[in-house]
Nanobody, 123 residues
Framework: EVQLVESGGGLVQPGGSLRLSCAAS????????MRWVRQAPGKGLDWVST????????YYADSVKGRFTISRDNAKKTLYLQLTGLKTEDTGMYYC????????????????RGQGTQVTVSS
């Protein structure tokens, strides 16, 4: 059974930083590109970032480019998202996502998500 467990969210002031983690199990983590998506209050899911299965290639939504960094540790089966320069509009539930196809790069929210971790940016 695929399991994705996100952690690391919290309340932070504008300009602050957080590091999100996603612990994966139940599948061959190193064979799958992984993503982060987020959902602002009352809104739909938005794609944030994608990393290739080996970690060589990373992709970001324009809204987070230069502020967020995606990474992964395949030995630990863990996905990360470093958030810096946080803005109020970054508030939302953050989910890690596994796609259905091995090695395929996705830029949407399709796939299996964890339960999410809440990020709140407020002064």
């Amino acid at each position: 059974e695929v399991q994705l467990v996100e952690s690391g969210g919290g309340l932070v002031q504008p300009g602050g930083s957080l590091r999100l983690s996603c612990a994966a199990s139940g599948f061959t983590f190193g064979n799958y590109a992984m993503r982060w998506v987020r959902q602002a209050p009352g809104k739909g899911l938005d794609w944030v970032s994608t990393i290739s299965n080996g970690g060589e290639n990373t992709y970001y939504a324009d809204s987070v480019k230069g502020r967020f960094t995606i990474s992964r540790d395949n030995a630990k089966k863990t996905l990360y998202l470093q958030l810096t320069g946080l803005k109020t509009e970054d508030t939302g539930m953050y989910y890690c996502v596994k796609g259905d196809a091995q090695y395929r790069i996705y830029f949407n929210s399709d796939g299996t998500r964890g339960q999410g971790t809440q990020v709140t940016v407020s002064s």
